[in-house]
């Protein structure tokens, strides 16, 4: 897990993790922690030599010629080892003069910041004012942190002439650079004076604004942060795992492990949002404004989190001055204080994203995927051309439009490039494929273990959407705990009856069929002898409530089947092996969940929800929260698409991505309830805060169904964290 989504970034990473691991261990950081003052780490010259210091720079200057984005690889894995020294002012520095439209500046002083025989550093604030005489710009002011300060050669500094700001590059040896008491002590920032300081014409920084210096201040230190917060995790849950108290590992105890498990989606999301930045600010996009805003929003708290979180978890020995912990959180304060107060950054993002300027999440294609485009443009367009619903809906169902990721005939075998490309066209096109609804869970199951009558009797009319399915899972005594279903199959000639209750079960009113987990043998564990069945909902003995929900609606349901028979031939699987049947339909449903259902409020609803009001400014800073965490969950799953596009293994993405994307329209929908004032009294008699309130009420279901929250986090803490697993009862 890493920002880097490509095979070539991980080799990347994996290159800068070995340097690390032979020359910034812990021995180095320590040293660098206990001086009395700064010096250049030892293995600096190392760092050049690989080619590091100037990734993101032209060959023409001495760089490699790549760009912001492996920049940010790098700073990620120096980030894990807390690395010491004036890497990230330097590369900081030289983005920034990069980043300017003066050739000569370029040619003098990039190659000696690439290749190591120079360092730079950046204030970000400071109170200087310059004049100009003859051809040169004379700078007097200070600046009370600028980090790398006491190692640069050269200092970029913000000089307000006449009211606008310039950027121009000092050289240290004409500036006054004290020492002051560091927070982080392993990298320290230093004040910076001038005085009739007089710099060449040259060497101010044409066309460097400071918004361009802050949005590659909030890249390259998200960047970092996201390193910090990867050894945190790691280090927690390393450490969960084997602390043992009350005889067992303190990562078995629920609340540690669901606090490494949010230490670990707050990482995500840190990685995702700054990986985004990185590629915007990296290719000049118009919309790198709020990418930068976003990722100085999530990364920079997520470092002081995990850091916070990670010290907690460790307890009595993370809080010793032995343990590395206060480094990271020492270092993650610090980069935090340095980029500025978040509510700045959130406030931006809330005005760029109400004057209707976000980031679009766009999945972009190399041009070599045209040919496939244009031919399956051709087919879609034969598509669009059916006017009758039904028809379109059966040609798309039988030609495999419906799932054209499945194997032939139900689907098109569809490669990821190829599934993405549908899905563009179709929306292009206007062509919507049948909407299978919780049909959608059992199909894939199907596909695996029914019978080839099951499949031509089920998928076809499935797909074309003439089915209508309800899933029969959940019983007043089995909910999360599914494997605890109480439900009775016995055997009976040609078949079972089954004998029992469902609840929760949605559309059950309107459904044909339904999917339903019953027990055919109590004698084993608890996984065992669980038989899966498709009933008939119109079979005799079924018996289907509806409830009313607390948004007075009534969608789910409690079924009772009384003797209902079930035939040999609506066996899904073995007899008593449906268990894995059942993951399999449950993992779809989670999938089908996480990629965004449309059931709640999200991003676009918050933002419709103000077209006709007018925010003030605390509003649009919390709008601004909630739109930088929107784009970063939406974020994840582009990501989880591109890893499987570039062949790399999915991470913790998808299921990081379900677990906030619920909670995420939960906050919105509440948010927009709370904010229309008195008027959220009202449900009914005005229509737009009914809609509001309804979304508000029927929200406090999305953090239950599909797997609550609570066994979500289990879930990524065991699967992904390693953490041990709940004992068995009884243990």
Known sequence: MAIGLTEEHEALADSVRGFAERHIAAPVVRAALDADEETRPGFWAGLAEQGLLGLHLDEEHGGAGYGLLELAVVLEELGRAAAPGPFLPTVFASAAIDAASNPKARAELL?????????????????????????????????????????????????????????????????????VENLD??????????????????????????ERVRELAAVLFGAETTGLAGWLVQTAAGYAKVREQFGRPIGQFQGVKHKAARMLIVLEQARAATWDAARAVGDGSPDAPFAAAVAAVVAPDAGVRTARDAIQILGGIGFTWEHDAHVYLRRALALRALLGPAKGWARQVGEIALAGGRRPIELELDDDTEPIRARIRAEIAELAAIDDKGALNAKMGDEGWTVPHFPKPWGREASPVEQILIQQELKAAGVKAPNLVIGAWLVPSLVRYGTE???????????????????????????????????????????????????????????QWGFCIARTDASGSKHDGITYFLVDMKSQGVDVRPLKELTGEAVFNEVFLDGVFVPDDCVVGEVGKGWAVTRNTLSNERVSLSTGSGMGMGVPELLDFFKERTPDAGEVLEIGKLVAQGHSIDLLSLRTTLKQ??????????????????????????????????????????????IVARAMLFSRAMTIYGGTTEVQLNIIGERILGLPRDPEPGK
């Open 453 to 511: 009558e099951q499949k031509e009797r089920f998928l076809r009319p499935t797909l074309r959407g003439q089915l209508m399915w309800c899933q029969l899972f959940s019983e007043p005594g089995a909910g999360s705990d599914l494997a605890s279903l109480s439900m009775k199959a016995e055997r009976v000639e040609g078949g079972f009856k089954l004998t029992g209750q469902k609840i929760w079960t949605s559309v059950a009113q309107w459904a």
């Open 111 to 179: 190659p000696g910041l690439a290749d190591g025989s120079r360092t730079g550093a950046v204030a970000l604030t400071g109170s200087f004012t310059g004049r100009r005489e003859g051809g040169a710009l004379v700078i007097d002011g200070s600046a009370a942190t600028v980090l790398g300060a006491s190692l640069a050669d050269l200092l970029v500094l913000p000089v307000d002439v006449d009211g606008t700001i310039e950027w121009a590059v000092a050289e240290a040896s004409a500036l006054t650079v004290t020492p």
């Open 645 to 690: 596009l570039n062949g790399v293994e999915p991470g913790a993405e998808a299921s990081v991505r379900k677990l906030l994307g619920v909670q995420f329209n939960q906050d919105v929908a509440d948010y927009c309830w709370a904010a229309q004032g008195e008027a959220a009294t009202t449900e009914v008699t005005m229509a737009e805060s009914g």
């Open 185 to 210: 002590r392993v990298r320290r920032v230093a004040r910076v004076e001038a005085s009739g300081v007089s710099v060449d014409a040259d060497r101010v920084l044409d066309g460097l604004t400071a």
